[in-house]
């Protein structure tokens, strides 16, 4: 197959590099001609130590040369950037390319899907390509490590999903296909603010009990927003919801579990990120997170608390005081 990579991050020289040990043919674009350069140069990608990029993968700043007769383009561009993106490429697809969007995130003004963002492109421009939704537990240092990873497919064109699916198949990654594709992508944008609020616990010195609460807890917002939204009960009990939770919560590799964990020790969000230096997408999702909150009535404990830290720069340790003196109430 014929496939570009639409962003030339870590996830997206994951994502390549994995489906080129699969010898599919394999096109990344990157809208920065250093980094194109860097990377058709070096072979290697600078956050992701001790993994080569094979030969075969091609580099591009052309997104008509990425499209040109491309079964499928994952768009992988952080989500504050997938709309742009996505209405420069959409002039050059072919009738029949499959989209996926491999980024987790939620429009803040409109509060779309990733895949609902593609999708109103697309009919703008008076095309029906399929669309598809890719999201998990998934970490890029891994998988370009060449770990066994699990990954839902998305869609609510089953084909669609089948057909990315077998994509995968021989990789070192394993999808499984799922119809609710906006429960899949409720789920990958929220546990990034829920990460967050893991993180700030754990740099506040908290422990395990702590933080096991935190993400039980956390999982349980997220169901009862994605029901009020129409999504499907099993969605957040598989990998997309808490198994993507847990990893993005607890593991070395979570930008948004540092961030917090930055935070929590006490410095500005904005130096946090800095720090990190890559996207942060909790960031990000905040936003969309507090707009869905109350659009849908809902009562987000942990998501309303990483806004009194974030957006209002209310003390860490004084929200955690607020928590824990919430009314008592039966699970």
């Not at 994995?18 to 290697?44: G, M, V, Y």
């Not at 609510?156 to 057909?163: I, K, L, N, S, V």
Request: hydrophobic share 45%; charged share 25%; net charge negative.
């Amino acid at each position: 197959m014929k496939i570009g990579v639409l962003g030339a991050g870590t996830w997206g020289t994951a994502l390549g590099r994995a489906l080129a040990l699969n010898r599919h043919d394999i096109c990344i674009w990157s809208c920065f001609p250093e980094e194109t350069e860097q990377l058709a140069t070096t072979r290697k990608h600078p956050h992701l130590p001790g993994a080569e990029i094979p030969e075969s993968v091609r580099f591009t700043n052309s997104l008509d040369t990425l499209a040109h007769q491309a079964d499928f383009i994952l768009a992988v561009v952080p989500s504050v950037y997938m709309r742009k993106t996505v209405r420069d490429l959409v002039p050059f697809l072919e009738p029949d390319t499959i989209l996926v969007s491999a980024a987790k995130g939620i429009e803040s003004d409109t509060l779309m899907t990733l895949t609902e963002v593609i999708r109103d492109e697309l009919e703008k421009a008076g095309k029906q390509n399929r669309v598809c939704a890719l999201s998990g537990p998934t970490h890029a240092e891994e998988v370009a490590r060449d770990m066994p990873t699990l990954i839902v497919s998305a869609s609510e064109d089953p084909d669609a999903a089948e057909a990315v699916q077998r994509l995968f198949e021989g990789t070192c990654i394993r999808p499984y296909v799922n119809r609710d594709e906006k429960g899949v992508q409720i789920c990958g944008a929220l546990k990034n603010v829920e990460a967050l609020a893991v993180g700030i616990a754990r740099g506040l010195g908290y422990g395990d009990n702590t933080c096991a609460a935190m993400m039980t807890r956390g999982m349980e917002e997220i169901r009862r927003l994605g029901l009020a939204m129409g999504c499907t009960e099993k969605t957040f009990f598989g990998l997309a919801g808490i198994g993507d939770l847990i990893v993005t919560a607890t593991s070395r590799h979570s930008r948004n579990n540092r961030a917090g964990f930055l935070i929590g020790q006490g410095m500005k969000a904005e130096d946090a990120v800095k720090e990190i230096g890559m996207v942060v997408e909790g960031m990000n999702a905040l936003p969309a997170a507090i707009a869905l909150c109350e659009k849908f009535g809902m009562d987000m404990p942990l998501i309303n608390a990483v806004r009194d830290i974030i957006r209002d720069g209310v003390k860490p340790a004084d929200v955690v005081m607020q928590l824990m003196n919430r009314s008592l109430k039966a699970e």
